[in-house]
């Protein structure tokens, strides 16, 4: 694809209507939908936003507080405004769509105090016609020689009103929550975070929140909230002010006080803004991969390329095995892995994920030995990692390695390369690495700079050795996956682990639709649907999964993910005529659409397999049983499809009849339309091959 940029100066839309000592400078995005006016007020710096002639973002100030220097508050002015556009499309490499248009119009300004020290910064506005981001740009400066420490960053979003608001708490170590929904006013981060209802350490600072945040205004609009390109900084959390609808960046700390350690020159990520009128388009928006850089590792498809996968997994979370060789019940052997090797090349899935393959598990929560226990290099003697990667490679089945750090980063970082070297001598080209527990060093926590800077290592020493990187325990996706494709996948969700522990932990059936209009949002979720054995019975009792299994296929469209998992025990999978949807199923894309959706009820995707004509439709519903009729006006007109239409049955019931499914056949074009009626908690799965 031919990439175009033209860099114009939009004069029209440079406007100024301040008075004579203080100028705003106004950026719309290119269909002059989203306004951003700038301006100082009593020295501060502040923006507003409004969309379709509504002020959406009130008056928001920015700043930053410092180590040894004076908080970067006040005496400030703009000066050297200057605008320009860009209209080009890029190629993502894998992902949910091929082409992806990146038009904005941007606004450069630089802040400079007024006063010794006389610091200054270009702040940079690009807008989009489905909102904005902006960010900080210090340049190198007398004023800031050596270290620069970031106390706080005191980036303002103002809002207009009691918005409705899909919220999860502002922890610092972890984003396996449920989402929240209430109005702004009653956010309460903190009476929400339940004790020992997650792996890992917890803290929650103040009433705060993580992002992506979603919203809807009682007029209709959809905001998100959330960053992009997060290099070398600190997550950033949102302290909510319930009494005045405000919110201030309140980034992730350590136990120092240090928010962020740098020195200049250095940009800040970008504050992200998502603003449409359909929910839908919310997912469609490409504001967070547009915001970052382009591809910096070319192209790695001759080592990574989307795909499904089995696992020796799902056992572990259902106790039917275990990670650890001395409980006696350890069942990552060569035997299953082969069993599994079998299966995946019978049914065209191109990997398997093999955890408890290695030492350590005996004491890997064990806070005396998790520091030293892994060496991610030595098998345990069931099992054979060579004669496990050449049956695979025999098969056409690729390995995905576990490493499973127990958060003892430190010992993971000076142990990483021998481990990474050790997968490209193996011809292993994908890992799925895990951090569960507190951070070692003690004092850093899962979403500060520090492991933002791990969680990069990871994807560089990735590169290096042709390994793609899929994280659990992750830092959130700020749409990095543009400029290093290895990047592939993460969890930073509550996945579908939680279901098969403890009854009380199953996530509700309203999970799954907010999920994909918020955490969705920031990139793509390891997420490990397709359970069809949903009761977990004989393994687990009195303790259902709250989905359908016609909902379990629409994960495969619905979840946005270039590898997807089927979960489930193989038993389970065995003379399904379900498990063809997840044979046809692919994992790379044309194009996506979101046919139609609103927060935490339902949400209906369709996608284009990348390089053919055939599509996928997948949707799902909460509690409330959804009637739907699919129209079929997306596909193109004049061709004839082969339908498989996969939906939930007259008795299907979340709980009582879950595995009841309708699956049927037929031809149809783009004239036609699908009843698909989903149950409560339910879903359906159509696929449509061009004849
Ligand atoms: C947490 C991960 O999310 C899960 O998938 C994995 O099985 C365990 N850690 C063990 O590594
Ligand atoms: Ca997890």
Same mark, same amino acid.
């Given at each position: 694809?031919?990439?175009?940029?033209?860099?114009?100066?939009?004069?029209?839309?440079?406007?100024?209507?301040?008075?004579?000592?203080?100028?705003?400078?106004?950026?719309?995005?290119?269909?002059?939908?989203?306004?951003?006016?700038?301006?100082?007020?009593?020295?501060?710096?502040?923006?507003?936003?409004?969309?379709?002639?509504?002020?959406?973002?009130?008056?928001?100030?920015?700043?930053?507080?410092?180590?040894?220097?004076?908080?970067?508050?006040?005496?400030?002015?703009?000066?050297?405004?200057?605008?320009?556009?860009?209209?080009?499309?890029?190629?993502?490499?894998?992902?949910?769509?091929?082409?992806?248009?990146?038009?904005?119009?941007?606004?450069?300004?630089?802040?400079?105090?007024?006063?010794?020290?006389?610091?200054?910064?270009?702040?940079?506005?690009?807008?989009?016609?489905?909102?904005?981001?902006?960010?900080?740009?210090?340049?190198?400066?007398?004023?800031?020689?050596?270290?620069?420490?970031?106390?706080?960053?005191?980036?303002?979003?103002?809002?207009?009103?009691?918005?409705?608001?899909?919220?999860?708490?502002?922890?610092?170590?972890?984003?396996?929550?449920?989402?929240?929904?209430?109005?702004?006013?009653?956010?309460?981060?903190?009476?929400?975070?339940?004790?020992?209802?997650?792996?890992?350490?917890?803290?929650?600072?103040?009433?705060?929140?993580?992002?992506?945040?979603?919203?809807?205004?009682?007029?209709?609009?959809?905001?998100?909230?959330?960053?992009?390109?997060?290099?070398?900084?600190?997550?950033?959390?949102?302290?909510?002010?319930?009494?005045?609808?405000?919110?201030?960046?309140?980034?992730?700390?350590?136990?120092?006080?240090?928010?962020?350690?740098?020195?200049?020159?250095?940009?800040?990520?970008?504050?992200?803004?998502?603003?449409?009128?359909?929910?839908?388009?919310?997912?469609?928006?490409?504001?967070?991969?547009?915001?970052?850089?382009?591809?910096?590792?070319?192209?790695?498809?001759?080592?990574?390329?989307?795909?499904?996968?089995?696992?020796?997994?799902?056992?572990?979370?259902?106790?039917?095995?275990?990670?650890?060789?001395?409980?006696?019940?350890?069942?990552?052997?060569?035997?299953?892995?082969?069993?599994?090797?079998?299966?995946?090349?019978?049914?065209?899935?191109?990997?398997?994920?093999?955890?408890?393959?290695?030492?350590?598990?005996?004491?890997?929560?064990?806070?005396?030995?998790?520091?030293?226990?892994?060496?991610?290099?030595?098998?345990?003697?069931?099992?054979?990692?060579?004669?496990? %990667?050449? *049956? #695979?490679?025999?098969?056409? @089945?690729?390995?995905? =390695? $576990?490493?499973?750090?127990? !958060?003892?980063?430190? +010992?993971?970082?000076?142990?990483?390369?021998?481990?990474?070297?050790?997968?490209?001598?193996?011809?292993?080209?994908?890992?799925?690495?895990?951090?569960?527990?507190?951070?070692?060093?003690?004092?850093?926590?899962?979403?500060?700079?520090?492991?933002?800077?791990?969680?990069?290592?990871? %994807?560089? *020493? #990735?590169?290096?050795?042709? @390994?793609?990187?899929? =994280? $659990?325990?992750?830092?959130? !996706?700020?749409?990095? +996956?543009?400029?290093?494709?290895?990047?592939?996948?993460?969890?930073?969700?509550?996945?579908?682990?939680?279901?098969?522990?403890?009854?009380?932990?199953?996530?509700?059936?309203?999970?799954?639709?907010?999920?994909?209009?918020?955490?969705?949002?920031?990139?793509?979720?390891?997420?490990?649907?397709?359970?069809?054995?949903?009761?977990?019975?004989?393994?687990?009792?009195?303790?259902?999964?709250?989905?359908?299994?016609?909902?379990?296929?629409?994960?495969?469209?619905?979840?946005?993910?270039?590898?997807?998992?089927?979960?489930?025990?193989?038993?389970?999978?065995?003379?399904?005529?379900?498990?063809?949807?997840?044979?046809?199923?692919?994992?790379?894309?044309?194009?996506?659409?979101?046919?139609?959706?609103?927060?935490?009820?339902?949400?209906?995707?369709?996608?284009?397999?990348?390089?053919?004509?055939?599509?996928?439709?997948?949707?799902?519903?909460?509690?409330?049983?959804?009637?739907?009729?699919?129209?079929?006006?997306?596909?193109?007109?004049?061709?004839?499809?082969?339908?498989?239409?996969?939906?939930?049955?007259?008795?299907?019931?979340?709980?009582?009849?879950?595995?009841?499914?309708?699956?049927?056949?037929?031809?149809?074009?783009?004239?036609?339309?699908?009843?698909?009626?989903?149950?409560?908690?339910?879903?359906?799965?159509?696929?449509?091959?061009?004849?």
């Amino acid at each position: 694809m031919k990439n175009m940029i033209i860099m114009l100066f939009a004069a029209a839309i440079l406007a100024a209507c301040g008075g004579e000592a203080e100028r705003t400078w106004v950026v719309t995005s290119p269909d002059q939908q989203v306004e951003v006016a700038v301006f100082t007020q009593a020295g501060k710096p502040a923006y507003t936003v409004s969309y379709k002639g509504n002020v959406t973002i009130d008056t928001s100030y920015m700043g930053f507080e410092f180590r040894g220097q004076e908080p970067l508050t006040g005496n400030m002015s703009l000066t050297n405004g200057q605008l320009s556009s860009a209209d080009e499309t890029w190629e993502m490499q894998w992902g949910e769509q091929r082409e992806v248009k990146n038009q904005y119009n941007l606004l450069k300004l630089t802040v400079k105090e007024t006063a010794a020290p006389s610091r200054v910064f270009d702040l940079v506005f690009k807008v989009y016609d489905d909102g904005l981001g902006f960010r900080y740009e210090f340049p190198e400066q007398a004023a800031m020689e050596g270290d620069v420490v970031i106390t706080d960053e005191l980036t303002e979003f103002n809002l207009t009103g009691d918005h409705k608001v899909w919220w999860i708490p502002g922890d610092w170590d972890i984003y396996e929550y449920l989402y929240n929904t209430t109005r702004f006013s009653e956010i309460d981060a903190i009476s929400k975070f339940v004790e020992g209802d997650h792996l890992g350490q917890t803290y929650i600072p103040e009433n705060a929140v993580n992002t992506p945040v979603t919203m809807k205004t009682d007029d209709g609009v959809y905001l998100s909230f959330h960053e992009a390109d997060l290099t070398d900084y600190a997550g950033m959390t949102l302290k909510v002010d319930t009494d005045n609808f405000g919110m201030i960046s309140e980034l992730v700390g350590n136990d120092s006080g240090i928010k962020v350690k740098t020195s200049a020159p250095f940009v800040t990520p970008w504050r992200t803004i998502q603003i449409t009128d359909r929910a839908g388009d919310l997912i469609e928006s490409n504001l967070i991969v547009n915001l970052n850089d382009p591809n910096e590792l070319g192209d790695i498809s001759e080592w990574f390329e989307p795909i499904k996968y089995l696992g020796i997994w799902w056992d572990m979370h259902l106790s039917t095995g275990t990670w650890d060789y001395a409980s006696g019940k350890h069942i990552a052997t060569t035997e299953y892995a082969k069993e599994l090797i079998d299966f995946a090349s019978e049914n065209d899935l191109k990997g398997i994920l093999v955890e408890g393959w290695n030492t350590g598990w005996e004491t890997w929560t064990d806070p005396e030995m998790r520091d030293t226990i892994f060496d991610f290099t030595t098998p345990y003697p069931d099992y054979d990692i060579e004669e496990v %990667v050449r *049956y #695979g490679k025999e098969k056409g @089945v690729g390995l995905i =390695m $576990h490493h499973e750090t127990s !958060a003892a980063v430190s +010992r993971y970082e000076e142990r990483m390369d021998t481990a990474y070297q050790m997968m490209e001598k193996l011809g292993i080209h994908a890992v799925k690495t895990g951090y569960v527990g507190a951070v070692i060093p003690e004092g850093e926590y899962h979403h500060g700079q520090w492991m933002v800077n791990h969680y990069q290592k990871t %994807v560089d *020493y #990735g590169a290096k050795y042709k @390994v793609a990187i899929n =994280m $659990h325990e992750p830092i959130k !996706a700020t749409g990095k +996956r543009r400029t290093y494709p290895n990047e592939i996948s993460r969890e930073g969700v509550r996945g579908q682990e939680y279901n098969a522990w403890a009854a009380p932990s199953a996530s509700p059936p309203e999970h799954l639709p907010i999920v994909a209009f918020t955490r969705m949002l920031g990139g793509p979720i390891d997420y490990t649907p397709g359970i069809f054995n949903l009761s977990l019975k004989p393994h687990k009792e009195d303790h259902p999964i709250f989905s359908t299994l016609a909902q379990q296929l629409s994960l495969y469209v619905v979840i946005n993910s270039p590898i997807q998992m089927a979960a489930d025990l193989i038993q389970y999978y065995k003379d399904q005529p379900a498990f063809q949807f997840i044979r046809d199923v692919p994992v790379n894309w044309e194009q996506t659409r979101i046919i139609d959706g609103e927060i935490g009820d339902f949400v209906i995707t369709a996608r284009q397999e990348r390089g053919t004509d055939n599509w996928f439709v997948g949707g799902l519903t909460d509690e409330n049983p959804k009637p739907y009729t699919l129209e079929l006006d997306f596909l193109p007109e004049g061709k004839t499809y082969k339908a498989i239409i996969y939906k939930d049955a007259e008795d299907t019931h979340y709980i009582d009849n879950p595995t009841a499914i309708d699956i049927s056949e037929r031809e149809v074009t783009a004239d036609d339309e699908i009843v698909v009626d989903m149950t409560a908690a339910g879903g359906f799965a159509v696929s449509l091959m061009e004849q």
